[in-house]
């Protein structure tokens, strides 16, 4: 199966912002939904959000009020809008994408908060 691919990772300060992007890799059509995990060194990973076919989202606790995760259907894009950052979000995160064909992750993009 070919990868969905995330974008938009890199270094930020707490309290800063950033915004993922994975572009999907199956005809929108077949995607049932879109969603975020991330994993943070030593740690399991960790469900962010999800984004349905319908619209509907879910969102883990730990990020409620903080981060929204939108979609581009035009772009068979999800994004990740992530704000008041902290430490503790720093992690590899993944995009997943589930389509009538099964779900695949994406390679991945760190995320960094530090000083």
């Known amino acids: 199966q070919v990868q969905p691919v995330e974008s938009g990772g890199g270094l930020v300060q707490p309290g800063g912002s950033l915004r993922l992007s994975c572009a999907a890799s199956e005809s929108s059509f077949s995607i049932i939904a879109m969603g975020w995990s991330r994993q943070a060194p030593g740690k399991q990973r960790e469900f962010v959000a999800q984004i349905t076919s319908g619209g509907s989202t879910l969102y883990a606790d730990s990020v409620k009020g903080r981060f929204t995760i939108s979609r581009d259907n035009a772009k068979n894009t999800v994004f990740l809008q992530m704000n008041s950052l902290k430490p503790e979000d720093t992690a590899v995160y993944y995009c997943?994408?589930?389509?009538?064909?099964?779900?695949?992750w994406g390679q991945g993009t760190q995320v960094t908060v530090s000083l």
């Open positions: 997943r994408q589930t389509a009538t064909s099964g779900s695949t």
